[in-house]
């Protein structure tokens, strides 16, 4: 990676960023970080020596420290990230090693885009392959050797362990109702028995 190539990607993050509130600042700092590992990870991979695989490793490590502080999240500089990432509300995003992330996608907070420890080590072959303008809502989970197409939408919550099609709308499945009768062992909200006992006025 040239320096002229990470200046590109740094100036749309911030331009798909936008925005002077706390998460757009978060977001920034988070992915201007994330940009300096991919260019240090890039240029120091192709060298076997020692000298080189102490900076990537100084450099995830301190990288590590500072997300967790900023975001709690981990976003490794081993990810492929395409141009233009969103993160409308940074915290809790967790991208390891090798996953892809193509251009324009859009990540809520706590999604989880990783590999399947029980398929054997982590290579790009069996990490998440995430296409173009693709949205992850809160809280979803891709894992393991799938690829989601472009211009897909995952929805909250959805865990996502197959391949999807491009143009495609995966939701998690709709919660069960069930109706009941009042129930009669039920304490007075706020009274003694409530305080000892927090799950009483359920029962």
Request: hydrophobic share 45%; proline share 5%.
């Amino acid at each position: 990676m040239k320096i002229r190539e990470l200046l590109s990607l740094i100036g749309w993050d911030m331009r798909v960023n936008q925005g002077f509130h706390w998460d757009a600042i978060r977001a920034k700092m988070l992915l201007i970080e994330v940009r300096l590992e991919q260019f240090i990870y890039k240029n120091t991979r192709r060298h076997s020596n020692p000298l080189a695989q102490a900076i990537w490793l100084l450099c995830r490590g301190l990288g590590s420290v500072f997300q967790w502080w900023l975001c709690n999240a981990l976003i490794a500089g081993s990810v492929e990230l395409g141009r233009g990432l969103r993160l409308p509300h940074p915290q809790n995003i967790v991208i390891v090693q090798y996953a892809t992330i193509g251009e324009f996608c859009l990540i809520y907070q706590n999604v989880t885009i990783a590999w399947n420890g029980f398929h054997g080590l982590p290579t790009r072959e069996l990490s998440p392959r995430v296409g173009d303008c693709v949205l992850v809502a809160t809280g979803a989970t891709i894992i393991g050797n799938v690829t989601i197409g472009a211009r897909t939408r995952i929805g909250a919550g959805s865990v996502v362990t197959m391949s999807i099609p491009e143009n495609s709308v995966v939701r998690s499945p709709q919660p069960t109702v069930l109706r009941v009768d009042t129930l009669p062992n039920a304490v007075i909200p706020g009274s003694e028995q409530h305080v000892r006992d927090l799950y009483s006025i359920w029962k």
